[in-house]
Structures are given as structure tokens and as C-alpha cells.
């Protein structure tokens, strides 16, 4: 525990985390650049300090040792939760075995990862290969599982804890449901090539981007109303001043915090930043880090982009069609790089597209315009075609070259 003892002996870093100032955010993020390898101790010192209810800047050996116990206790639980890499070779032959385990373990585990830590792993869900995946699932936190075989899917949680799939098939949890008094979550996995919309137990009602997973209660509980989401989807929030909801993302810093409105989280792990959008109402940002706990506010028609490199938001005006019409089939382009394009193609379509990286036109090409995506595949390659003045040759079921 000495690294966590040390930053608790130094005055300069307590008075940093009650009192920041331009120059001290300046020394300890020059601080945290040279050494990167402290960024997670201070990060969790930080937090822990802020939640302490003195705003002294001197700690006394009571608050220490109660900091160390905190930290300590993480760690033991951090250890007795990791599981064992598989060497290389083993895990090739049993990719996909690793897939079934994963689903049928997943919401288990998440339920109760969560029930003890309000904070979710994201790098557990990922186990699930969703290029390995063909049906949109339904995991319970009792374990159970249903499969969605139709690429565009509904699913409602009504009043009384029963789940309505595709306005046809209803699941019922009544009983189980109305006898619960802590968050049981449930995990919602779209694969590629797949869409859902889905209505939480409160009425709001979210649409969901192909390769997303989505954590949520079956009933929100306490004072808040949190899910989790990888991937993209546009949330209709209903209106409750009494119970903030909260979208928690594959980054653990950032959430965005709502009251009750519409807005677009973009938040695939592959992407390089997290995208959020407000149509409708006001929404804050929240970066919560090493060097930030702030809360950025949106207006309509604003675009909050967070660089999970630089760990900072920038703010701008946009129009926000380009951002949400792909819950209507659509894709909607204003000087849009191609590759951000061909990115979204991939998804929607469960296919790959591959080119040349010697092709230097490809990189400074942007487009602009509009696809129907609820066109067949080879209809919308025509029309990028178009605009795009590449070709697309195809190479198998699956896979496309750009000549």
C-alpha cells in the first residue's frame, strides 16, 4: 500500500483534490504524462477523497486508514474475480465454446458485480464475440437466455415485470418481479447486422445500433435509473425529476446524465471517441477522471465529442440527423470521411470491407448525401458507388475489396 500512502503524506496532491487550481490541474497532469504508470493509483485515491465528507486538506490517520482498508478491499475482490488468460493455442480451438460460456454467464455475473459495485466491467461483456453471434439475445439475471432470430426486434418490460417480444410472445416475471427489492439487470446483445428497440420498465424507450450490448434493470430502484451501454443507441427518456437517468459507457469516465429527454450515445470500443448527441431537452456530460470531474451541458442540437486519448469533450453545433436517422434505416452524410462510412456499413450489414492502405485517396475522401439502408446490400454499395467513385468487389458472402 505504499504508492497510496505516499500521495496521502503529500500536501501539494490532498490540496490539489479539494482546492484545484489552473496551475496545479497543469503540474499534475504534466505530472500524470511522465508517469503513466501512477495515473490508476491517483485516479483511485482521488475518487475515494472526494467522497469523504471533510474538505480539510489535511487528513487525518483515522481517514487514511480508512482510505487504505477501501483500497485494500478492492484489490482482494479485484483478485479473487480475475480469471486465468488461456494460452494462445487453447484459445483458437475454443473461440467459439467461449462464446456460449460467456452468454449464458453473462448476465449472472453482471447482476452481481453490480449489485456490490454499482460499476460495471465492460471488458467482461466483451468476451462475447459478436461476430460469432447471428440472434439478438436476451440474457436474464436469472440466467436464462432468449433468442431473437428477426434482424429488427422489440422488446417492452410493462408494468407488471413481463417482457412482450415483438408485440407477440410475452415472457412472465410478475411474481419474481414484484417481490424484488434490489436491481436485478438484464443484458441486451445485438450483433451485427441486427436492430432492437427496447421499452424499460419506467416507459423509456431505447433503439439499439447494430454490435451494441445493453445493461438494464428489470425495475429501477433507489433514487437513480442507471444502465450501461457498448455500442450505440437513442434514448426517449420519460420524464422523472426524481430519478435522474444515467447512461454509464464503455468508458468508464464519462456518463451522461438525464432527467428526461432524446439524445444518440455512440460508445463502440473500437472507435476512438464517444459521440453524444441532444435533440430534444438537456443533458449533462460527465467526465469523471484523474484531472476532471466535470459536467458539460448540452443544448439541442449540440454534439459532445470525448477523446478517449486525450481524455477531454469538445462541444459543437451539428446537425443532428447525421446522428440519429440510422434508427430509421437511414445514413445521413454531411462531408462524412468515407471510412467513418464504410465503419457504419460494416455494422449495419454484418459484412467486412477491406482496401489497399496505399490507396492515399481513400484517407482524404469525404462524402456527403444519404442511404437507404433498408435497401439490400448490393443496391446501397451502388449508391455509395456513386458518390463515392470507388468500387466494391466482392470476395466471398461476407467480404467486400474496394478497388
Known amino acids: 500500500m505504499e504508492p497510496y500512502s505516499r500521495y496521502l503524506e503529500d500536501k501539494c496532491f ?3 483534490v479539494f482546492n484545484p487550481t489552473p496551475e496545479s490541474n497543469t503540474f499534475w497532469e504534466s505530472y500524470i504524462k511522465n508517469n503513466p504508470e501512477e495515473k490508476e493509483i491517483l485516479y483511485t485515491l482521488k ?4 467522497g469523504l465528507k471533510t474538505s ?3 487528513i487525518s490517520n ?5 482510505i487504505l482498508e477501501r483500497i485494500l478491499n478492492q484489490t482482494n475482490n479485484a483478485k479473487t474475480k480475475k480469471v486465468k488468460a488461456l494460452p494462445g493455442i487453447i484459445k483458437r480451438y475454443y473461440k467459439y465454446a467461449a462464446v456460449f460460456i460467456v452468454i449464458v454467464t453473462a448476465s449472472i455475473f453482471i447482476n452481481k458485480n453490480f449489485v456490490e459495485n454499482k460499476n460495471l466491467p465492460f471488458s467482461d461483456i466483451n468476451l462475447s464475440a459478436l461476430d460469432s453471434i447471428t440472434n439478438t439475445q436476451l440474457n436474464l439475471a436469472t440466467g436464462e437466455q432468449l433468442l431473437i432470430k428477426e434482424a429488427k426486434s422489440t422488446i417492452e418490460y410493462n408494468n407488471l415485470g413481463n417482457i412482450i417480444v415483438n408485440k407477440s410472445d410475452t415472457i412472465n416475471k410478475n411474481i419474481a418481479y414484484s417481490k424484488s427489492e434490489e436491481e436485478s439487470l438484464n443484458t441486451l446483445i445485438i450483433p451485427y447486422g441486427r436492430h432492437s428497440k427496447i ?3 419506467d416507459g423509456t424507450i431505447v433503439h439499439l445500433n447494430a454490435g451494441t450490448q445493453f445493461v438494464f434493470p428489470e425495475k429501477f430502484i433507489g433514487d437513480k435509473r442507471t444502465v450501461f451501454l457498448s455500442g450505440e443507441a437513442f434514448f426517449e427518456v420519460t420524464s422523472n425529476k426524481e430519478k435522474p ?4 459507457t464503455i468508458v468508464e469516465e464519462l456518463s451522461v446524465e438525464v ?3 432524446k439524445f444518440n450515445v455512440s460508445a463502440y470500443p473500437s472507435d476512438k471517441e464517444v459521440l453524444t448527441v441532444l435533440t430534444e431537452g438537456k443533458v449533462n456530460v460527465v467526465e469523471d477522471n484523474i484531472l476532471n470531474d466535470n459536467k458539460t451541458v448540452l443544448k439541442p442540437g449540440e454534439l459532445a465529442t470525448w477523446n478517449k486519448e486525450n481524455e477531454n469533450i469538445i462541444v459543437k453545433g451539428v446537425n443532428t440527423d447525421n446522428y440519429t436517422l440510422w434508427t430509421q434505416g437511414l445514413l445521413y452524410f454531411e462531408s462524412e470521411p468515407i471510412l467513418n462510412v464504410i465503419k457504419k456499413l460494416e455494422r449495419f450489414y454484418n459484412i467486412e470491407i477491406a482496401f489497399d492502405e496505399s490507396m492515399n485517396k481513400l484517407f482524404s475522401t469525404s462524402i456527403s448525401g444519404k442511404l437507404d439502408l433498408n435497401d439490400d446490400l448490393k443496391r446501397t454499395l451502388e449508391n455509395l458507388e456513386a458518390t463515392a467513385e470507388f468500387n466494391f468487389e466482392k470476395t466471398n458472402n461476407r467480404k467486400y475489396m474496394i478497388k
Open 199 to 201: 421499452t424499460l420498465s
Open 56 to 58: 480539510d486538506v489535511i
Open 62 to 66: 483515522k481517514e487514511k486508514e480508512e
Open 245 to 248: 437517468f444515467i447512461v454509464k
Open 14 to 16: 490532498i490540496d490539489w
Open 47 to 50: 475518487k475515494i477523497l472526494i
Open 259 to 261: 432527467l428526461g429527454t
